[in-house]
Structures are given as structure tokens and as C-alpha cells.
């Protein structure tokens, strides 16, 4: 029993890899590839990988769309979740971080179900909305720059159908959003979207302390 959520130290996350994380050969393969790089800060965490796919299966999802890709591990955590005839329409403007995440999308033989936008999200996301697929999809996982996270939100939430679950990465950005002498751009626009999320009565909420922090949002 605890009151509060447990603070993680390197034993017990350990112990947490070993006993709570079934991570695939080619998910352990792109994670070591990305962690040679010097971006690797961007890739999430396994055991929120795994909290993906599992989300996707308990949502019953068939169309998802993820705003950021990088070297595609969400992506391919998102996607296994989905049933073979599913779409995941992946937003990013990187070729150079996408192109790694294309070969792991083949070696995971997902290729099939994963359908890449390379163009800035917010003109993916209304394209999308233009060509009447409001309220169509069933899942949305918002991990981009987060100066746009609100207009990300507010587009994904157009697009989901009623029930439908966005999931909002980094809502807790190493501990700075609590912090309020960190005044920068990205840590004010989380926070704001935090605050704004905690009042929004169009969704079921719930903001749940896995990696950064990600929020739940089901729409009503």
C-alpha cells in the first residue's frame, strides 16, 4: 500500500525491465540504435512503449495517428496493437530520424499498417480534418514540439471519435512544470496544457506518472 506514487530508483527499475517489460528483439534493437545517437532523449521509455499497445488493444482501436515519430519505437509499439487490417497515420518532419525508423517499421513487419507523413503535423492534422475523417479515429499520441501541443490537442480531438483516447507525452517534463522559476516556452506550454486538460469537460482525464508523465484524455 502507498499513499503516493513511488519514487523510482535504479534497483527497482531494474526489477521493473525484468518482471513488467516484454520488449521485442526489434523494439531492443532501435531503442540501443537510438541511444547511440545524440538525440536519444527523445525516445520513450519501454515500459511506456508497452503501456501503448496496450492501450491501443484495450481501446479496440483500428486508426490511429501519432504526432512526432522520431526513430519510430512508438510508432511500432502503437501499430502491433492495432489488428493487421488497422492504420497508424505517423506525423513528423524529419527524413533523416524517420528513414531509421522505416527499416525497424520493416524488420517488425509493419510496414503495412504504417502510413508516414512527412510534413509539419498541423498541416497533416487539418488535411485530415479537410477531407472529412472527423471523428474516425480511435487512438492519438501527441509527442512533438510542445510549443503546439494545444493545437495538436484540440485538432486530435476533432479527429477522434466519441470514446476515442489521446495520450499526451511528457505532461510532467522532469519535474519542471512544478517548478515555477522555469518561465521557457516549452516547460509554460505544457503546463498550460496541463491545467487546461484538468478543466476541459469534454474528455475523461487522467494523468498517470509512467516515463515524463502521460495524460489520458477519452473523449466524451
Given at each position: 500500500?502507498?499513499?503516493?506514487?513511488?519514487?523510482?530508483?535504479d534497483?527497482?527499475?531494474?526489477?521493473?525491465?525484468?518482471?513488467?517489460?516484454?520488449?521485442?528483439?526489434?523494439?531492443?534493437?532501435?531503442?540501443?540504435?537510438?541511444?547511440?545517437?545524440?538525440?536519444?532523449?527523445?525516445?520513450?521509455?519501454?515500459?511506456?512503449?508497452?503501456?501503448?499497445?496496450?492501450?491501443?488493444?484495450?481501446?479496440?482501436?483500428?486508426?490511429?495517428?501519432?504526432?512526432?515519430?522520431f526513430?519510430?519505437?512508438?510508432?511500432?509499439?502503437?501499430?502491433?496493437?492495432?489488428?493487421?487490417?488497422?492504420k497508424?497515420?505517423?506525423?513528423?518532419?524529419?527524413?533523416?530520424w524517420?528513414?531509421?525508423?522505416?527499416?525497424?517499421?520493416?524488420?517488425?513487419?509493419?510496414?503495412?499498417?504504417?502510413?508516414?507523413?512527412?510534413?509539419?503535423?498541423?498541416?497533416?492534422?487539418?488535411?485530415?480534418?479537410?477531407?472529412?475523417?472527423?471523428?474516425?479515429?480511435?487512438?492519438?499520441?501527441?509527442?512533438?514540439?510542445?510549443?503546439?501541443?494545444?493545437?495538436?490537442?484540440?485538432?486530435?480531438?476533432?479527429?477522434?471519435?466519441?470514446?476515442?483516447?489521446?495520450?499526451?507525452?511528457?505532461?510532467?517534463?522532469?519535474?519542471?512544470?512544478?517548478?515555477?522559476?522555469e518561465?521557457?516556452?516549452?516547460?509554460?506550454?505544457?503546463?498550460?496544457?496541463?491545467?487546461?486538460?484538468?478543466?476541459?469537460k469534454?474528455?475523461?482525464?487522467?494523468?498517470?506518472?509512467?516515463a515524463?508523465?502521460?495524460?489520458?484524455?477519452?473523449?466524451?
Amino acid at each position: 500500500m502507498s499513499k503516493q506514487t513511488l519514487n523510482m530508483n535504479d534497483s527497482l527499475y531494474q526489477y521493473l525491465q525484468v518482471t513488467g517489460v516484454r520488449e521485442s528483439k526489434v523494439l531492443h534493437a532501435l531503442r540501443d540504435e537510438t541511444n547511440r545517437h545524440e538525440m536519444a532523449r527523445m525516445q520513450i521509455a519501454p515500459e511506456q512503449g508497452q503501456f501503448l499497445t496496450l492501450l491501443t488493444k484495450l481501446t479496440g482501436s483500428r486508426k490511429a495517428i501519432e504526432v512526432g515519430t522520431f526513430t519510430g519505437y512508438s510508432a511500432i509499439c502503437i501499430a502491433e496493437g492495432l489488428p493487421k487490417d488497422g492504420k497508424l497515420i505517423c506525423c513528423d518532419v524529419s527524413e533523416e530520424w524517420t528513414s531509421i525508423a522505416r527499416r525497424y517499421w520493416c524488420l517488425a513487419g509493419l510496414t503495412d499498417r504504417i502510413d508516414l507523413r512527412l510534413a509539419p503535423a498541423m498541416e497533416t492534422l487539418n488535411k485530415l480534418l479537410d477531407e472529412g475523417h472527423a471523428r474516425t479515429f480511435d487512438f492519438a499520441f501527441i509527442d512533438a514540439d510542445k510549443t503546439n501541443y494545444d493545437n495538436y490537442y484540440e485538432a486530435c480531438l476533432r479527429l477522434l471519435r466519441p470514446g476515442g483516447l489521446i495520450a499526451v507525452d511528457n505532461v510532467l517534463w522532469d519535474g519542471r512544470v512544478a517548478d515555477p522559476t522555469e518561465q521557457d516556452d516549452d516547460t509554460c506550454a505544457i503546463r498550460a496544457l496541463n491545467e487546461k486538460l484538468m478543466r476541459d469537460k469534454r474528455i475523461d482525464y487522467s494523468m498517470v506518472p509512467i516515463a515524463d508523465g502521460v495524460s489520458l484524455a477519452r473523449k466524451k
